[in-house]
């Protein structure tokens, strides 16, 4: 079975410095994989995702993510973080289960905090 | 403007009662997904539909339920036998079954606290 790992819980910037948020997967083939974005109390919205081809990809806000397949990585960046990037931050792998079906399975999240 | 809502924002329930949280979508989409949230826990499949009148157990089903009687609507109830249902749910749609590539759109979520 598929399964995600972020290994930081929380993390803090100041506005302006750089962010790296890390994601390591679990999967046979080859994986789907996704950055989502949580407002406080909010639903979840797509930031990126990654299928084939360029291990670069590109997401809004100004965020990308590289999938590294030899070290099993869909790590999430951004050069220069801005306030409101404060947030929850899931990494998913998209999988088919044994009946066929497609599901997400999601991380535990990286709670990102912005110091002014 | 497209998109999925869910209602009610915030719900209060009893011990020992059953809660229904609606989810509604119109972005034409076949598939739907209950997900529950706890904090430090990401999120946890309940239950999928990938058609109208048809939906398989995720992850944790037991002491939820739903249906699919229409195509735009997903609604979940948290029964009496669910023990802990304290948590933020949150209801996905996509567009195609069987689409690994093919993204998931989440509505806002119903927090839901029984007390």
């Given at each position: 079975a598929q399964s995600v790992t972020q290994p930081d819980i929380h993390i803090t910037v100041s506005e302006g410095a750089s962010l790296e948020l890390r994601c390591n997967y679990s999967y046979g083939a080859t994986p789907y994989l996704f950055w989502y974005v949580q407002s406080p109390g909010q639903g979840l919205q797509l930031l990126l995702k990654y299928f084939s081809g360029d291990t670069l990809v590109q997401g809004i806000k100004g965020?990308?993510?590289?999938?590294?397949r030899s070290q099993s990585s869909f790590n999430l960046r951004k050069p220069s973080v801005h306030w409101s990037d404060?947030?929850?931050y899931f990494c998913a792998v998209g999988a088919y289960s044994g009946a066929g079906s497609y599901q997400l399975t999601f991380g535990k999240g990286t709670k990102l905090s912005v110091i002014p | 403007d497209g998109?999925?809502?869910q209602s009610p924002k915030y719900l209060f329930r009893k011990e020992?009662?059953?809660?229904?949280?609606?989810?509604?979508?119109n972005l034409n989409h076949d598939a739907m997904y209950w997900y529950r949230q706890d904090p430090g826990q990401g999120l946890r499949l309940i239950y999928y539909s990938q058609i109208v009148n048809d939906f398989q157990k995720g992850d944790i089903a037991e002491g939820y339920s739903v249906s699919r009687e229409k195509k735009e609507s997903f609604p979940l109830t948290v029964t009496s036998a669910q023990k802990n249902p304290t948590a933020f749910y949150l209801c996905a749609s996509s567009r195609e079954v069987g689409q690994a590539h093919?993204?998931?759109?989440?509505?806002?979520g119903t927090r839901l606290t029984v007390l």
């Amino acid at each position: 079975a598929q399964s995600v790992t972020q290994p930081d819980i929380h993390i803090t910037v100041s506005e302006g410095a750089s962010l790296e948020l890390r994601c390591n997967y679990s999967y046979g083939a080859t994986p789907y994989l996704f950055w989502y974005v949580q407002s406080p109390g909010q639903g979840l919205q797509l930031l990126l995702k990654y299928f084939s081809g360029d291990t670069l990809v590109q997401g809004i806000k100004g965020f990308e993510a590289e999938f590294k397949r030899s070290q099993s990585s869909f790590n999430l960046r951004k050069p220069s973080v801005h306030w409101s990037d404060a947030a929850e931050y899931f990494c998913a792998v998209g999988a088919y289960s044994g009946a066929g079906s497609y599901q997400l399975t999601f991380g535990k999240g990286t709670k990102l905090s912005v110091i002014p | 403007d497209g998109g999925i809502t869910q209602s009610p924002k915030y719900l209060f329930r009893k011990e020992g009662q059953n809660v229904t949280l609606s989810c509604e979508q119109n972005l034409n989409h076949d598939a739907m997904y209950w997900y529950r949230q706890d904090p430090g826990q990401g999120l946890r499949l309940i239950y999928y539909s990938q058609i109208v009148n048809d939906f398989q157990k995720g992850d944790i089903a037991e002491g939820y339920s739903v249906s699919r009687e229409k195509k735009e609507s997903f609604p979940l109830t948290v029964t009496s036998a669910q023990k802990n249902p304290t948590a933020f749910y949150l209801c996905a749609s996509s567009r195609e079954v069987g689409q690994a590539h093919n993204e998931q759109f989440f509505g806002p979520g119903t927090r839901l606290t029984v007390l």
